[in-house]
């Protein structure tokens, strides 16, 4: 089936470093959704992708999803304490029709030292 | 607040039982998934619903039943309970299959 694999597991930077986070699919996907989940909380959308090759920014955090919409990453430019937490992508898959199944990867826990 | 409402935010229960978890979808958003989140498995997708149907399924185990009512609410019914099946369930609604999802926080099972 398809799936989504996401890198890496675990980061772990100094405060005013920069992280990235990377997806992979196995297939081709509609769009692809960013969340945040802090420790003890639920995923909290980020931003949805849709077109190939696109790019979208905010503040610190860049979104990009491949040219073949079958990858993306996640940049966050100089670390801050509140950016802890794991981040998920999560990919629409088209699985029939107007059927659609949202699956995630298994995220990257960031943690930050201050 | 993401608008999304699940109940009971807890749930303690032993092995064997059968639990009913609730989902209220944002307000006008007609699809909703429902996600295992154990530590090991990360967020594992369910069963989805649109409108009351059922449109795709994911690894949901024959124990595990859902359905979407006519007010779009949504529930998830797990019987026959194991140890394993502790885990925080999250439901999610977005405004049809394919759109963004929106969570809700969850409800957190303990089966002792």
């Known amino acids: 089936g398809q799936q989504v694999m996401q890198i890496p597991q675990y980061q772990h930077v100094q405060e005013g470093e920069d992280f990235t986070t990377y997806c992979n699919s196995s297939?081709?996907?509609?769009?692809i959704q960013w969340y945040k989940q802090r420790p003890g909380g639920h995923p909290v959308f980020l931003i949805q992708l849709v077109k190939s090759g696109e790019v979208k920014k905010q503040k610190r955090l860049t979104f990009q999803f491949g040219e073949a919409k079958k990858n993306s990453s996640l940049h966050i430019t100089a670390t801050q304490t509140t950016d802890v937490g794991t981040y998920f992508c999560?990919?629409?898959?088209?699985?029939?029709?107007?059927?659609?199944?949202?699956?995630f990867g298994k995220g990257t826990l960031l943690t930050v030292n201050p | 607040d993401s608008g999304v409402t699940q109940t009971p935010k807890h749930l303690i229960t032993a092995t064997g039982q059968r639990v009913t978890l609730r989902c209220s979808p944002r307000s006008g958003d007609l699809s909703v998934y429902w996600y295992q989140q154990s530590l090991d498995q990360g967020l594992q997708f369910l069963i989805q619903y649109y409108n009351g149907e059922e449109r795709a399924k994911g690894n949901i185990l024959e124990r595990f039943s859902a359905q979407q009512f006519p007010d779009l609410h949504s529930e998830l019914n797990l019987s026959s309970l194991e140890l394993g099946d502790s885990a925080l369930y999250f439901c999610?609604?977005?405004?049809?299959?394919?759109?963004?999802?929106?969570f809700g926080q969850g409800t957190r099972l303990t089966v002792v």
């Open positions: 999610a609604s977005s405004s049809r299959p394919g759109q963004l999802a929106f």
């Open positions: 999560a990919g629409h898959v088209n699985s029939g029709g107007s059927n659609y199944k949202l699956t």
């Open positions: 297939t081709t996907l509609s769009n």
